[in-house]
């Protein structure tokens, strides 16, 4: 089980701390809906989660082959409803990796991560497509 623990801390903002790393991290709305800047959105949160745990899966899967990685980078794009609960309806993670690395062992952790491993990901309800770019190459 994993726990967190949101206090309010004034107008629309939240610190939210979880049990399991301790760390804290402040959440507010945008100024457009009364909030006031002062941290990342919660949909936005959500991606930084599929970031990081894409990225540390890449990073386990990959193991053999990273002292040949120059760079892991990973860009998400996520497609909103228009409706309430306005959910991710679709996202794209692209996952551009340098180096010496081979195509197939490439391919297979960004699938492995995506289908299996990442948590993150398959707690979402939405379509996920991944791309791989090798090199500056897209495959």
Known sequence: MMKINAQWTGGMAYDSKGDASGYQVTMDAGSKVGGNDGGPRPMEMLLHGVAGCMGIDLNVIMRHSMDKVE?????????????????????????????????????????????????????????????????????
């Open 71 to 139: 760079s892991i980078e990973i860009e998400i794009d996520g497609e909103r409803a228009e409706t309430e609960p306005k959910r991710f309806t679709h996202v794209e993670i692209i996952v551009k990796i340098k180096g010496d690395v081979s195509e197939k062992v490439a391919q297979r952790a960004v699938k492995l991560s995506a289908e299996k491993y990442c948590s993150a990901i398959n707690s979402l309800n939405a379509a996920v497509d991944t791309k791989l770019e090798l090199n500056g190459e897209m495959k």
